[in-house]
């Protein structure tokens, strides 16, 4: 089932002069082809969770940061109360994202066309194939999907927030759940029991680890500690290998880590993590990649923001190409720290970043950066 890189074509550029021209008909792609066959085994999935009780704290920025790109958008701190829920305490995975994509193979409920994965109906992407940038490793071979070598426990990269929302809800029908989003306007129902994102402020919260007296600038303190995360020069030893950069997801557990058992590009035969796990137990809410969140990135959201469980705008704020976009939380590994002499401050737990801003060449930059984790309530 393991496919090797060096056997599959290699059109990276070919995938980024594309990636333009694919975002403009974001939402818009319509096709007939679809796959199918009567092979539908349903799947087991158990995901790893942590129940985050029921509370409040007050939401937003309490260091008096102010982000070059977006400023003021962490502010005003306002009380936010919210009903107890459940969040996956990893970043899911290519493993993980493979099953739902092999699964909705089989079913006819996707497609391949352009080296991109849609719904076999038509609409927007959900993800991107090893096939169409050399970042993205789940690869498609015309007959199933498979994952580049040691590449399976790491965060799933390239996936639209569309393609994060439906497998949520593949997610919630393999574990006889209700699906939370409705397949074509993706609006979440929230009074349903299935997975979905997590709001923007069940994220905050999540990734607060129950730390709001005093309130911290980050998940386990007010500095950085590079053993226990992975952010640009953390110094971990992926970080001399191809993008993406990416560490397995809860590799800062506090254990001394083996190249012979991970294989990582750098050298060193060892790699001693920090534990890097919150007060929850969540793991890279600080670093690894950036994770979607349910809400439209809303800039002033803030000071109109409900008390009680707020959910986010009705649609985002519009960013310079004229689109709302959804929020993404807690840094990654690829930029975030320092941009020309200033802190960006990206995996600060208050952070908030509208997908529109990935990176240098936004909005066109690779989604090599971008993950997600579920929950439910
Ligand atoms: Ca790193
Ligand atoms: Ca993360």
């Not at 800062?252 to 050298?267: A, C, E, M």
Request: aromatic share 14%; proline share 8%; charged share 20%.
């Amino acid at each position: 089932m393991k496919k090797r890189w060096g056997n599959w074509p290699k059109d990276g550029r070919t995938g980024l002069i594309c990636f333009g021209l694919l975002t403009a008909v974001w939402g818009c792609v319509r096709s007939e082809a679809v796959t199918t066959t009567d092979d539908v085994t349903p799947p087991t999935v158990t995901l790893a969770e942590a129940q985050i009780p029921a509370g409040t704290f007050d939401m937003g920025d309490h260091f008096g940061f102010v982000d070059p790109s977006h400023p003021s958008d962490e502010l005003p701190i306002h009380q936010v109360t919210l009903s107890a829920f459940r969040i996956s305490k990893l970043e899911i995975t290519n493993r993980q994202f493979l099953d739902f994509l092999n699964s909705s193979l089989k079913k006819g409920a996707i497609k391949v066309q352009n080296q991109t994965v849609l719904p076999s109906g038509g609409g927007e992407i959900y993800c991107y194939t090893h096939q169409y940038a050399d970042y993205y490793s789940i690869g498609y071979d015309g007959v199933q999907f498979s994952i580049a070598d040691f590449r399976a426990d790491h965060p799933v990269v390239g996936v639209s927030w569309c393609g994060a929302a439906a497998y949520c809800n593949w997610l919630s029908e393999s574990n006889g759940l209700n699906v939370c989003y409705h397949p074509d306007s993706w609006i979440c129902d929230f009074t349903k029991n299935g997975y979905r994102l997590p709001t923007e402020a069940e994220w905050e919260y999540a990734a607060r680890g129950g730390h709001t007296d005093p309130y911290l600038n980050y998940p386990n303190g007010n500095s950085i500690d590079k053993s226990a995360v992975n952010l640009p020069e953390s110094g971990d030893p992926y970080e001399t290998g191809p993008y993406p950069q990416t560490t397995p997801v809860g590799f800062y557990d506090g254990q001394l880590k083996l190249k012979s058992v991970f294989n990582w590009p750098g050298s060193a035969p060892s790699y001693q993590t920090a534990d890097g796990k919150n007060g929850y137990g969540l793991y890279d809410m600080q670093g690894n990649v950036w994770e979607y969140v349910n809400d439209w990135y809303g800039q002033d959201y803030y000071a109109k923001s409900p008390k009680e469980n707020p959910r986010g705008p009705d649609t985002g704020f519009l960013m310079p190409d004229g689109k709302p976009y959804r929020g993404m939380r807690g840094g990654n590994w690829y930029n975030g720290l320092v941009t020309g002499g200033v802190n960006d401050g990206h995996s600060r737990v208050s952070n908030r970043n509208p997908t529109y801003y990935r990176g240098p060449q936004d909005p066109n930059h690779p989604y090599y950066h971008l993950g997600f984790r579920v929950a439910r309530n």
